[in-house]
C-alpha cells in the first residue's frame, strides 16, 4: 500500500498569490494613477513597443506564469512516498541521470520540481530511522543506511508535520 506526503497547501498557495500580484504589478500602478481599468490596461499594451517596455512584460508575464503555475500545483508537489519497495523522496541534489536544464530554478522557486524524480532508499539498505528536532527548530528525519553507518538527514522532507514525520517513522519501522 503506497502512501504519499505532499508540500503543505498554505506556502505554495501565498507564494503564488505574490507572484501573481506581481505579474499584474504594472496594471495595478496604472490604476493607482487614476485611470480607467481600459485605460489602464491599454497604456500597459503600449508600452510594449519601447525596449524597456518590452523588459517589463517579459518579467511582468514570468512572474505571472510562475504564479499561476504556483496556484495550479497547490496541494500536488510530492515530498515523500513509501510504497512495498522502500522510501522515496525527493532529493536536494539532482540525480545524476536527468538533466538540470532548469532544475535549479525550478527547485528554487517550487523547492522541487512539478514532476520530480523520486530517490529511492530500500527498506533493506535501512539500518534505523529517528525524528529529531524540537518544535523552535523544527522536525528533521534522519535515516541511518547499513551501506554508511552515518545517519543521514532527508532535507526536503522538513516541510513535512511532526505528526506526519512520526507516521513515516513509525510505518518504516513496522517493515524493518
Known sequence: MATSYYLKRYPTAISGTIFTFMGFLPVWICLGTGESLKDSILFYLTSLVSFPGVIMAGMSLSFLMIGLALLWCTGRVIRCRLDDH??????????????ALF??????????????????????????????????????????????????????????????????????????
Not at 523522496?89 to 539532482?94: G, H, K, S, W
Open 86 to 99: 522502500g522510501i522515496h523522496y525527493v532529493p536536494l541534489a539532482p540525480l545524476p541521470d536527468r538533466p
Open 103 to 176: 532544475g535549479d530554478i525550478l527547485r528554487v522557486l517550487f523547492g522541487t520540481t512539478l514532476r520530480p524524480r523520486l530517490a529511492l532508499i530500500p527498506y533493506e539498505d535501512i539500518a534505523d530511522i529517528q525524528v529529531r528536532g524540537d518544535r523552535r527548530k523544527g522536525f528533521n528525519l534522519y535515516v541511518q543506511r547499513k551501506s554508511s553507518g552515518l545517519p543521514e538527514r532527508l532535507h526536503t522532507l522538513t516541510t513535512l508535520s511532526e505528526p506526519q514525520l512520526r507516521d513515516i517513522q513509525q510505518r518504516v519501522r513496522a517493515r524493518l
